[in-house]
């Protein structure tokens, strides 16, 4: 019954690497994206707050299919902008990342957002009656205690970005959910097993990742 | 409290109105047993819903198509006027199941007869005899055998059999990309992201010969591979197989096959194999 995984003819470990390294990158981006969504959301500036609010109301809220889709099918075959060269395969990859990262930045943005609400408003008093520029407030200040905060709900995120890596197919980038496609089209007589291997290996990718970042949120939460 | 009540008041009218579309269901198939208590049944058919030429579900509702016409053929074969077929949507992924759970008697759905498929079903025929092939801009002439696709970007259907042969067999090193639908590869042809779309040739051409895309693409006519189109049925039922293989040769030889061909083909310039011989199940 299993004798797919044997055969030889299909690289699963090699397609779940890619889903894997599609996780990481687009996890690094977002957080980066997220981080700056947040400060914009929480400046002085009512541009950027604006601005802030818009996108992550409207990227959140649009199907990540679309996005990633829009980002293949508008940008790259119909204006032609490609995020440097390579062939198709490195092309749809950024693209995936790229299209990942818009939409789990929001995400990361709203749950920091929620961690800066915990931190107490006197601590931003202080520090700005210490003189710190609004930069400093949100870099040394709230920031450090609001991500000691939301690492639970980052996990959170983290777990929901693995599985989206699956859309990705769609655009036709080679990782798990592609490789499960292919393997349905050949493998008519062994759906369940197909399916039954590709639902464990995210669950081995994400259960883990869910164990280690509670243990670590627990241990760094602040208790007040 | 408002909005708990607003809450309560939505999820009220939720319930009613699923148990309201349920009953709708409900006395619908009782209406279909009614008549069905009136002398005559349906039969239920799996084809594809979006390939022009062979499978598509139009806009006002109708079924147009190769495999829709040898459908209807074979139906009346078996007894049925086309008033009595249902013809229900089978994806390439649900082929097997949907024959094997018994929701459709009979698939016709550009269903290439291969060994792992017979074990889950039968099949009758084959049918037709297609060739991957590629659909190119009708003003390109870069691409005469499969080698030469080494140095050109493709593009098919995520998993599809036609993806999978160019990346083990055909040209390993052609930059080849995956879409869902053949839609979204057209988009790419015609801007030039991609310069060949690539699948069964019987496919292409009616994507050639739609209305909207008429002139802008021609088929290369290379023969990649032999895709022999077969009707899927439940496994083991000998008797039906038998019988749509009955069909299926009296529709050559009455010259019905050749018009279904003709008619759905002719448009795109599509050069169609002859009728092949029947293997299945003899």
Redesign the interface.
């Known amino acids: 019954m299993f004798d797919f995984l044997t055969s030889g003819q299909y690289d699963v470990l090699g397609a779940f690497w890619v889903t894997v390294q599609l996780t990481l990158y687009s996890a690094a981006g977002s957080l980066i994206w997220g981080l700056m969504l947040a400060g914009m959301r929480v400046s002085p500036v009512p541009l950027m707050r604006s601005f802030g609010t818009a996108y992550v109301n409207i990227v959140r809220n649009t199907p990540l299919t679309l996005l990633i ?1 829009g980002c ?2 508008g940008l ?3 204006l ?1 902008i490609t995020l440097a060269g390579g ?3 490195e092309i ?1 990859f950024r693209l995936a990342i790229l299209g990942l990262v818009a939409y789990t930045g929001t995400f990361v943005c709203e749950a920091l957002r929620s961690g800066i609400n915990t931190v107490p408003v006197g601590q931003a008093e202080a520090a700005r009656a210490l003189g710190l520029s609004f930069f400093q407030v949100l870099t040394l200040i709230v920031l450090p205690q609001a991500f000691r905060a939301v690492i639970a709900p980052l996990t959170n995120v983290l777990i929901a970005l693995t599985k989206n890596t699956t859309v990705a ?4 980038v080679a990782e798990a959910a ?1 490789l ?10 062994a ?1 369940f097993a197909v399916f039954g291997v590709f639902a464990l290996g995210f669950v081995l990718l994400t259960l883990p990742t869910g164990l280690l970042l509670g243990q670590v949120a627990k241990r760094v939460a602040v208790k007040r | 409290m408002k909005l708990f009540k607003a809450g309560a008041a939505a999820a009220v009218a939720v319930v009613l109105s699923l148990t309201a579309t349920a009953c709708g269901g409900g006395s619908g198939s009782a209406g279909d047993g009614g008549t069905a208590g009136g002398g005559k049944d349906k039969i239920v058919i799996g084809i594809k819903f979006d390939q022009p030429g062979l499978g598509l579900k139009t806009p006002d509702g109708k079924f147009a198509g190769f495999d829709v016409d040898v459908a209807t053929y074979v139906a009346k074969e078996l007894g049925y006027q086309p008033d009595q077929i249902e013809f229900k949507q089978a994806v ?2 649900e ?3 949907l024959i094997a759970n018994g929701d459709v008697k009979l698939v016709v759905a550009t269903y290439t007869i291969n060994d ?2 017979k ?3 039968d099949f009758a025929g084959p049918y037709f005899l297609a060739h991957q092939d590629l659909l190119v801009r009708a003003d390109d002439n870069s691409i005469t055998k499969a080698e030469d696709l080494n140095k050109k ?1 493709l593009c098919s259907v ?4 036609s ?2 042969n160019v990346k083990t067999k055909l040209a390993p090193e052609a ?6 639908g053949y839609s ?1 590869c057209l ?2 042809l015609e ?1 030039k ?2 310069d060949a779309l690539t699948t069964d040739g019987s496919i292409l051409a009616g994507y050639a010969a739609q209305e909207k895309n008429k002139g802008k693409f021609k088929l290369a006519g290379l023969k990649l591979s032999d895709e022999p189109y077969g009707i899927g049925l439940k496994k083991g039922d000998k008797e039906l197989q038998t019988k749509v293989n009955a069909a299926l040769k009296k529709m050559v030889e009455d010259g019905s096959w050749q018009k279904a061909v003709d008619a759905n083909f002719g448009p795109a310039g599509y050069q169609a194999e002859p009728a092949p011989q029947i293997t299945e199940g003899s």
Request: proline fraction near 2%; avoid cysteine; aromatic fraction near 2%.
């Open positions: 889709l293949s099918l790259d075959q119909t032609g062939d198709s395969k749809g197919a769609t655009i036709g592609l499960m496609k292919e393997m349905l089209e050949n493998e008519a007589d759906l | 390439s992924a082929r097997e199941n792992k498929r074990a889950k079903v970007k995520t998993g599809s059999t993806a999978q930059d080849l990309r995956e879409y869902p979204e988009t790419g801007n992201a991609v």
